[in-house]
C-alpha cells in the first residue's frame, strides 16, 4: 500500500528566502507524482506535474525534482513571498490504483512579510 | 488546465438530513472523482464517478451514504446522506484530462454538520 509522507508539516519564512518542501513515498513504481497548492477553505490548484520518467518540472518561480528509485521529491520555492502562504500537497498516482491519487499530509507554509 | 464549478461552496446542516453536491466541467471528461477531506487531514478517494453505469466506491465507503450520479461526461453529484457531525469535511470534484494524468479540483464544498 503506497504511504506518502511530507516534511516539515510546518514551515515559516522571512519573504525572500529559497525554500524546499520534502516528499517521500514508500512504493516506487509510481505513475507521475503531483505538486497542489491548497489555501484556507479551498479547494487545490495543481502546480506541477511530473512523470515517472522525468527528473524534474519548472514553472515560474517552483521547480519540482524526483528522484523515483530513492522515493522522493522536493518542492524548491524559489524568493518566497507572502502570496505562497498556504499547504502544498503531493500526490503519487500508482498504475496498480488505477487513477487513484494518494495524498501526503501537507506542508503548511508561511511566508512573513 | 479545466474549469471544475462545484455547488454549494458551503453548507450548514441539520444531523439526519442528506445534501447533494453538484459538479460541472466546463468540457467533456472521462475520470471524475470525488474526495473527502477531513478537518486537518489530507484528502480521501470517496469513488469514481462512472458515466452511465455505477460509481467505483473506494473501501470504507458505500453507495448508500454517498450515492453518486454521472448523467453525462460534464456533470456528476455527490449525495451525503443521513448525515452526522462526522460528515463536517470538504468534499472535492476532481478531473482527469489529457493523456499526462494529471489531476484538477474544484473549489470544493465546505459542509458543516450540527
Known amino acids: 500500500k503506497q504511504e506518502v509522507t511530507q516534511i516539515p508539516a510546518a514551515l515559516s519564512v522571512p519573504e525572500g528566502e529559497n525554500l524546499v518542501l520534502n516528499c517521500s513515498f514508500t512504493?516506487?513504481?509510481?505513475?507521475?507524482l503531483q505538486w497542489f497548492r491548497q489555501d484556507p477553505g479551498k479547494g487545490l490548484t495543481s502546480l506541477l506535474l511530473?512523470?515517472?520518467?522525468?527528473r524534474e518540472q519548472t514553472s515560474g518561480r517552483l521547480n519540482a525534482s524526483l528522484d523515483k528509485s530513492s522515493g522522493r521529491s522536493t518542492l524548491y520555492i524559489a524568493a518566497s513571498q507572502p502570496g505562497d502562504s498556504a499547504t502544498y500537497l503531493c500526490?503519487?498516482?500508482?498504475?496498480?490504483?488505477?487513477?487513484?491519487?494518494?495524498f501526503g499530509e501537507g506542508t503548511q507554509l508561511t511566508v512573513n512579510p | 488546465s479545466a474549469v471544475i464549478s462545484q455547488k454549494p461552496s458551503r453548507d450548514i446542516c441539520q444531523r439526519g438530513t442528506s445534501l447533494t453536491i453538484q459538479c460541472q466541467v466546463d468540457?467533456?471528461?472521462?475520470?471524475m472523482f470525488w474526495y473527502r477531506q477531513q478537518p486537518g487531514q489530507s484528502l480521501t478517494l470517496i469513488a469514481t464517478?462512472?458515466?452511465?453505469?455505477?460509481?467505483?466506491?473506494e473501501s470504507g465507503f458505500v453507495i448508500d451514504k454517498f450515492p453518486i450520479s454521472r448523467p453525462n461526461l460534464t456533470f456528476s453529484t455527490l449525495t451525503v446522506s443521513n448525515m452526522s457531525p462526522e460528515d463536517s469535511s470538504i468534499y472535492l470534484c476532481?478531473?482527469?484530462?489529457?493523456?499526462?494524468?494529471?489531476?484538477?479540483f474544484g473549489e470544493g464544498s465546505r459542509l458543516t454538520v450540527l
Open positions: 500526490a503519487v498516482r500508482n498504475p496498480a490504483s488505477g487513477s487513484r491519487l494518494t
Open positions: 512504493d516506487s513504481a509510481i505513475y507521475n
Open positions: 476532481s478531473v482527469g484530462r489529457g493523456s499526462t494524468g494529471e489531476l484538477f
Open positions: 468540457s467533456q471528461v472521462t475520470m
Open positions: 464517478a462512472n458515466q452511465g453505469s455505477e460509481a467505483t466506491y
Open positions: 511530473i512523470q515517472s520518467s522525468q
